[in-house]
């Protein structure tokens, strides 16, 4: 493992991103940060009210992150951060940040799932925009340092499966898939 660690949880709405990075965080000593406090008031008024973000409206809310991030890394401090860095240019301007590489950790989940989170939750997020975060993810591509994920089991097992990786990453590589889902998982999936 790497002296500094900068590690996204990322995936759509319901995959359990900030309970992995809170769990992550503990088990490795990160400092943690929940993307979702980094949004504007406007944003969280427009997804609340059930329309989608634009690349507009992402683009200062990434910029914190990365800014976030880059003066984490200037105090010599890992970290991890929830963002669903949907699009592969999000998360290029999450990389942007750190000079070391950035370490993506993919959640997915079937969409029953995923469902069934979203409506049990108090969040501003409603299940009615899961389609659009669906129809905008894009897979990790080979030069993305990750790892994928399915969060269809036990949160402990998930947790265990993103420290086991992250203690044994010699250096950056291409996505792997550490817990192939037996239903599937979701559309761009490895």
């Given at each position: 493992m790497t002296d500094h660690l900068h590690v996204v949880i990322m995936?759509?709405?319901?995959?359990?991103?900030?309970?992995?990075?809170?769990?992550?965080?503990?088990?490795?000593?990160?400092?943690?940060?929940e993307g979702d406090d980094?949004?504007?008031?406007?944003?969280?008024?427009?997804?609340?009210?059930?329309?989608?973000?634009d690349d507009d409206d992402r683009g200062p809310w990434l910029a914190a992150l990365a800014r976030w991030a880059?003066?984490?890394?200037?105090?010599?401090?890992?970290?991890?951060?929830t963002c669903s860095a949907l699009k592969r240019s999000y998360r290029d301007i999450l990389r942007s940040g750190v000079p070391e590489p950035t370490l993506f950790v993919h959640?997915?989940?079937s969409r029953e799932?995923?469902?069934?989170?979203?409506?049990?939750?108090?969040?501003?997020m409603p299940v009615s925009l899961?389609?659009?975060?669906?129809?905008?993810?894009q897979a990790l591509e080979p030069d993305e340092d990750g790892l994928v994920v399915d969060t269809d089991q036990p949160v402990a097992d998930v947790v265990a499966a993103v420290v086991s990786w992250l203690r044994r990453r010699p250096e950056p590589r291409p996505p792997v898939r550490e817990s192939p889902s037996a239903r599937g998982g979701l559309p761009g999936t490895r």
């Open positions: 995936g759509v709405s319901g995959t359990g991103k900030s309970t992995v990075a809170r769990g992550v965080a503990a088990a490795l000593g990160l400092q943690v940060a980094f949004h504007p008031p406007a944003n969280i008024a427009k997804m609340s009210a059930g329309i989608p973000l880059g003066e984490r890394h200037a105090e010599a401090t890992s970290t991890v951060l959640l997915v989940g799932v995923l469902e069934q989170r979203m409506a049990t939750r108090a969040h501003f899961l389609d659009s975060q669906l129809a905008t993810l």
